[in-house]
């Protein structure tokens, strides 16, 4: 939603069904419909009273002169300006802490830390630097290196240097963001997720999800390693300025096939690609996961399967599937799919597509896994077991996860050196 002033007097307010006058003040509001974007106007003091949220960014968002008129036309309602008020000072006291914040010798860290947020070492010089300047990002990173509890302190902190924005969930890592997914459903939403991704707290984000987006992509943080996109119209998916991104997500996404990295090593399609990009345009990828049986065709035509090592399969749809995976002529050295219970025949059929094939889930303690939200991992061998903890080594490297997690599932490995499964 944004605040304007009425060009004409032909727009009637959706709310009220009222027309809207010439030259006075209104809420635009941007939606889908039926794949079109398309606007609807309000007046100003039906939004106040039918969508104050709404109204509150549309304000906050808009030039001083019509804040102020817009304060002005509903000065009856104490409670909403009460809110803006709030609102405006806390954007305040962000930017200016913003500014504050990250000086040269502060700069020079986070530069340091973008190989990997996670370095404890640099870490513990930037918590040093900025508690000396009295600043929360430091108790916080000193807190979250000391592992502390999530106590009342540590939520506080948290809620000093992160607001929250509707439609934009978050997690934190080490004093700065670790994750965001952001749901954009109207104008209002889009701006808040803009200014999400330019928030300081956000400057290490190593993972995005955008679930839904129309128009060009905000900037994003080069920090980032993940990136998905659930469904982006209009979108145009420049990722070459990502120097670290390793995983690429599309669902839906127009014009993938402008997708250019140097970075990529694996590449995840959804069911309603309705494109792909060409192998020279990625050439370091080495990892496919895809779900469509419709993408075999699509992916060898790219090139890419020829390319990959590994390939994922959430769901293998059968006979068909595999007469398409053969019919490229290609092999891997990894084949993984899951939610899936081969014939004798098919084993032998899977042994000749892969060095190492993984199928089904397993009951039991499993010797192989894999993560079930980062199938680009492939299959990880569990290195140790203890009553807390599970290690795994994956190719991406050895990772640790708590006894009783859910994000693993065990597979069945068809090994064709030995003949049998393991």
Same mark, same amino acid.
């Given at each position: 939603?944004?605040? $304007?002033?009425s060009p004409? /007097?032909?727009?009637?307010?959706?709310t009220c069904e009222?027309r809207?006058?010439?030259?006075?003040?209104r809420?635009?509001e941007?939606t889908t419909?039926?794949?079109?974007?398309?606007?609807?106007?309000? @007046?100003?003091?039906c939004?106040?009273?039918?969508?104050p949220?709404?109204?509150?960014?549309? &304000?906050?968002a808009?030039?001083?002169?019509l804040? =102020?008129?817009a !304060?002005?036309?509903?000065?009856?309602?104490?409670a909403f300006?009460?809110?803006?008020a709030?609102? #405006?000072? %806390?954007?305040?006291?962000v930017?200016a #802490?913003?500014?504050d914040?990250?000086d040269?010798?502060?700069?020079?860290?986070?530069e340091?830390?973008?190989p990997?947020?996670?370095?404890? =070492?640099?870490?513990?010089?930037? @918590?040093? @630097?900025?508690?000396e300047?009295?600043?929360?990002?430091g108790?916080?990173i000193?807190?979250?290196l000391?592992?502390a509890?999530?106590?009342a302190?540590?939520?506080?902190?948290?809620r000093?240097?992160w607001?929250?924005?509707?439609?934009?969930?978050?997690?934190? /890592?080490?004093?700065?963001l670790?994750? &965001?997914?952001?749901?954009?459903?109207?104008?209002a939403?889009?701006?808040?997720?803009?200014?999400?991704?330019?928030?300081?707290?956000?400057?290490?984000? !190593?993972?995005?999800? *955008?679930?839904?987006?129309v128009?060009?992509l905000p900037?994003?943080?080069?920090? *980032?390693?993940? *990136?998905?996109f659930?469904?982006?119209?209009?979108?145009?998916p420049?990722?070459?300025?990502?120097?670290?991104?390793?995983h690429?997500?599309?669902?839906?996404?127009e014009?993938?096939?402008?997708?250019r990295s140097?970075?990529?090593?694996?590449?995840?399609?959804?069911?309603?690609?309705?494109?792909?990009?060409?192998?020279?345009?990625v050439?370091?990828? @080495?990892t496919?996961?895809?779900?469509a049986?419709q993408?075999?065709?699509?992916?060898a035509?790219? %090139?890419?399967?020829?390319?990959?090592?590994?390939?994922?399969?959430p769901l293998l749809? %059968? $006979?068909?599937?595999?007469?398409?995976l053969?019919a490229t002529?290609?092999?891997?050295?990894?084949?993984?799919?899951?939610?899936?219970?081969?014939?004798?025949?098919?084993?032998?059929?899977?042994?000749?597509?892969?060095r190492?094939?993984?199928v089904?889930?397993?009951?039991?303690?499993?010797?192989?896994?894999?993560h079930?939200?980062?199938? $680009?991992? %492939?299959?990880?061998r569990v290195?140790?077991?203890?009553?807390?903890?599970?290690?795994?080594?994956?190719d991406?490297g050895?990772?640790?996860f708590?006894?009783n997690?859910?994000?693993l599932?065990?597979v !069945?490995?068809?090994?064709e050196v030995?003949?049998?499964?393991s």
């Open positions: 939603m944004r605040l $304007e002033l004409s /007097g032909r727009a009637t307010c959706r009222t809207i006058e010439r030259g006075a003040l809420i635009a941007t419909q039926h794949d079109h974007v398309v606007e609807r106007y309000h @007046h100003l003091s939004v106040v009273e039918d969508q949220n709404g109204a509150l960014v549309a &304000m906050l808009a030039p001083p002169e804040r =102020s008129a !304060e002005s036309l509903v000065n009856g309602q104490q300006l009460a809110s803006v709030r609102a #405006a000072a %806390g954007k305040a006291a930017a #802490a913003s500014n914040e990250f040269a010798e502060t700069e020079a860290l986070i340091k830390l973008a990997n947020p996670r370095e404890a =070492s640099v870490l513990s010089v930037l @918590h040093d @630097h900025l508690q300047r009295g600043l929360p990002r108790e916080l000193a807190l979250e000391a592992k509890p999530e106590t302190r540590l939520v506080e902190l948290k000093q240097l607001p929250v924005v509707k439609d934009v969930r978050v997690t934190w /890592g080490t004093g700065f670790r994750t &965001m997914s952001v749901q954009v459903r109207d104008q939403s889009s701006g808040a997720a803009v200014q999400a991704l330019r928030h300081p707290s956000a400057r290490l984000l !190593e993972e995005l999800s *955008l679930q839904r987006w128009g060009p900037p994003i943080p080069p920090s *980032l390693r993940r *990136l998905e659930q469904w982006c119209e209009g979108a145009s420049s990722i070459e300025t990502l120097p670290r991104l390793v690429l997500q599309l669902n839906h996404v014009d993938a096939e402008q997708i140097q970075s990529l090593t694996s590449l995840g399609f959804g069911p309603d690609i309705v494109s792909v990009p060409l192998a020279k345009s050439p370091q990828v @080495h496919l996961v895809f779900e049986p993408s075999v065709e699509l992916l035509s790219a %090139g890419l399967l020829k390319q990959a090592r590994v390939l994922v399969l749809w %059968g $006979e068909a599937v595999l007469d398409a053969a002529n290609c092999t891997w050295e990894q084949l993984v799919v899951a939610r899936f219970v081969p014939k004798d025949d098919q084993r032998q059929r899977l042994k000749r597509l892969a190492r094939c993984a089904a889930l397993t009951d039991g303690v499993p010797s192989w896994v894999t079930t939200s980062r199938p $680009e991992w %492939g299959l990880g290195l140790t077991r203890t009553a807390s903890t599970l290690e795994v080594a994956f991406s050895v990772r640790s708590p006894a997690t859910t994000v599932s065990g !069945e490995v068809i090994d030995t003949g049998g499964s």
